[in-house]
């Protein structure tokens, strides 16, 4: 590959302003790819913001919380006293993320001539006071109400853009909602055709824009890889070329992918929407043709009772219900439509999933990098929290701490119906196994010459095992990680399925099978079969992806090394 | 047991290493890998250790850069002296609550002597009050003297702690370092060259990549500022068409390349001095008498300070300008290079010359009977009298110490044999007696 010339210490930056031709096309296909689903971006956007101010606000009750629980036992004055520390300590905690994060040092510029160590905490105690002083000037003065009025506004502002702007796959763009005419046409539909078309082909044009971003990733790899890389090979080239080879990872990753495609885009895929069907039924119309000739309006909550799919009646898959509404997997039980469960539940498994997963196996890492360093009593300490959490059986920890959080009414348990408090349960009940799948390589590497190599020359704990060991770990994490987000997606599912996980009207895939259930063996047999298929094509994927993952990153598991040789010919396995 | 002479030295020494102990305490035993070795490391000269595998050589390298891990640990008593006033300078003036001033007339040698559960019979003395403070701490009490505010590592021994312009004499006591001090030695100061250089080279990184990460770390550079410093110190090693190769990964690199790109790395931070452990055992033969030759030349060139561990007698009479000959633990023989091949004393340096293969064909090789043992406890005996061919009795209850051999005070031995001189009965009660009448 040529990589430009040879003595090259300019930036990614630098040399793509040299050499623009590659790389310019791609970045105008981005353009245009993000033009069309703006406003879809700027929605998820708002809710990663609205997300992150649930944690904000959760963050900010801690010693309104503590002091009003040492109030009740040791008096106000404690109770005052105990939130005042609780806040510091927790504004302390905050500057010393913030004093990480600044590129530069204020004690630097001082020149005090401290040691290091009480430089560091000098300076972190000033900037906790500089927040104390913020936090007590918008908690005491008007300052703070104006402040969260100006954010609410803004974020309202950003809404109502992101619901202005077009968007490519937006049921408004392209609208499957309408009613028959008396004359046998369509009224309200994308350019007078059927719902069903109409739904068919927005949900063509999301898997084909899901897609093209897919091909503009890659090509931007590519292009990368290419043009504008120094190195002409590098580890990770091999990596990517045995995942390539892989099919059964690929067929994983491709299922994986629609998961993902079915999550994000799930309002966009489900043709009634979810609001309306789902959430408050009894609050949004539509118009439907009547028996009688004339058009009629009628809540989704009414219509939804004569559609069930109960045995007695059924809307099965693919066909219209009597008020003119297509569903394209059938209805529920109860009425709602089926899709749009499935992909609402495909993004509350997702979230759980990330969610329990990424914090978990972030537990997993920190600790395993800490105990492989330093071992001792870090090390024992650990191994005795693993194994305590290891021997009380999984499934009735997470059923006990999350019965107790949803029955005391904890705030944790609001967002998604107990969503997130299951997610943070799991990452509790699951962390110790991680950390012990990736503890034997983490030993491992912490063992390795290069680690002292950098310790021989200086390199801080924190860096050596940030540079020098979690890379090795890396691998192992993200091959358990995907092999676990299944387990998640089950667990969930069962939990639900018992009538203890996420409780409705968050929609949620174990509640599908367990509604459709009784009517397996009825004219109702889809419910509980789409659900539960789909669960395990889900599953079954993610174990295909994490096997892949194996294989592509170890690289003495060299699978599909050019053309497979077939077992015969060769002696050995490479 | 000191060691015998310093009479070699040109220059002073630069690390004097006195009564180093490392010992690893696992649940089954307690191993004392290196068990009392002294040695003068001087700058523009190469000091040799050489012995059989599991003599403890590694062992005293990492101990010299603080990387001996759970469960190893230096025992207390042990001291690694750093005498470079420039890092003592810097020391002071940095951490001062860390810093011991040893020209304090309050303080008293009784005090200290109690501190460290001594009496100045140890030293030499009658009188409390005679016993030099300074010889208290360079007996190898450095720990817990209580001398400065914090956990004392830094020693002036002359001039004014608090205004480190006027210190001309100190030291700094590298085994108690930790945290901030012994990170800015590590590479900085001391620098370590590893014995395999597929294993300390990351593979996931470029080899450029990770010699920009001393220098960031110890000189402060950045960008393509530190990239082309990296070529720079990659030609300096001699590998052609550095620029090129900065960006290249530790497996583009042949055997030899990639030493040399570890050497340029220990180099990053123009280092005082260097430790090599065994950096030529995973070579080839040519390739090794090759980075023989750029150690010798960088040697020359920065005035550098070389600790050169191997167990491969013809390397180390290659490069050395003093050998010191561990066995289980302990320095059996330390001459200057010459005295030792022409005329080495101790049996087992003896034995190790005759194993050195030659190129005459027919003769069986000699060998050393047996293995080093594993030292569980301090010694009460010669550690090489089960494999020696002249121990005789005495070598079983006597731990020998080591004494002058030969002509100059250079060359010692520590072996029941001598003082040649001595008739057997009055050596073995002259070891003896040294060996009761304390450590000085």
Known sequence: MSGGPIEDDRTLVERVADRPGPALPWLGAGLVLLALEFGRFLGWALSLGAGLRFAFDGIVAIPGWVGGNVADTAGSLAGFLAQDLTALVVLFVVASVLVRLAPWRIVDRLELGWSRKREAYAERLAVTAVLAAVASALAFTPAGSILRFELEVAAWLLESVAASIPTLTSPETIPNQGHRTPGGGWEGTFLGLSPAVAWAIRTAVVFAYALACLVWAWSGYDR?????????????????????????????????????????????????????????????????????????SITHGAANINTRSDGQHTVAPLSYDQYDRFAPLGTTPRGQDLLTNLAFGARTSLIIGLTAIGLG??????????????????????????????SIPAFLLVMLISVIFSEGNHPLADPLDGGLLLALVFAFVFWPGMWRAIRGPSLQVAEQEWVDAAKSYGQRPTTTMRKHMSPYIAGYIMIYASLLLGSVIIFTAALTFLGLGISPPTPEWGRLIDQGQPYIATSSWHVA???????????????????????????EADVGEGEETGGATTGGGV | MGPESTADREGSPIVEVRNLQTAFFTEKETIRAVDGISFDVVPGRTVGIVGESGSGKTVTARSLMGLVGRPGRVLRGSSIRFRHLETVREYASRFPGRTADLTDPSVEPADLLDRIDATPETFGYDDPRDVPVAEVVAAGYADGLGLADGDDCVFVTEGEPGEPETITDGFVEISRLDGEPQRLIRGGRIAMVFQDPLTSLNPVYTVGNQIVEALRLHRGLRGAEATREAARLLEDVGIPDAGRRVEEYPHQFSGG???????????????????????????????????????????????????????????????????????????????GVEALFAEPKHPYTRGLLRSIPGRQTGDRLETIEGNVPTPNEPATYCRFAPRCPEAFEACESVHPQAVSVGDGDDHAAACLLYPEELSRTAAVDHHRERTHGGDG
């Not at chain 1, 590098?234 to 994986?256: M, S």
């Not at chain 1, 993902?260 to 799930?266: G, H, P």
């Not at chain 2, 452990?277 to 080839?284: G, K, M, N, Q, V």
């Open chain 1, 224 to 296: 990368y890889r290419r043009h504008y890389r120094q190195a002409d090979w590098t580890p990770r080239d091999d990596t990517v070329r045995r995942l390539r080879n892989h099919y059964w990872g690929l067929f994983g990753l491709t299922i994986v992918i629609g998961f993902v495609v079915l999550a994000l885009w799930a309002p966009a895929i489900s043709p009634v929407p979810a609001e309306a069907n789902i959430y408050q039924p009894y609050e949004h119309e539509f118009e439907y043709l009547g028996e009688d000739g004339e058009v009629a």
């Open chain 1, 361 to 390: 196996a972030f537990i997993a890492v920190v600790l395993s990098l800490l105990t492989a360093y330093y071992k001792g009593v870090a090390d024992v300490l650990t191994v005795v929290a693993s194994d305590t959490i290891i």
């Open chain 1, 529 to 555: 079969t789409i659900s539960g298929l789909m669960i395990v094509l889900v599953v079954t994927a993610f174990n295909a992806l994490g096997d892949a993952l194996r294989d592509a990153i170890d690289p």
């Open chain 2, 257 to 335: 390349m990639r030493q040399r790109a570890v050497i340029a790395m220990a180099l990053a931070c123009q280092p005082e001095v260097l430790i090599c452990d065994e950096p030529t055992t995973a070579l080839d033969v040519t390739i090794q008498a090759q980075i023989l030759e750029l150690l010798a030349e960088i040697q020359e060139r920065r005035d550098l300070a070389i600790v050169f561990i191997t167990h491969d007698m013809g390397v180390i009479a290659n490069v050395s300008d003093r050998v010191n000959v561990v066995y289980a633990g302990e320095i059996v023989e330390s001459a």
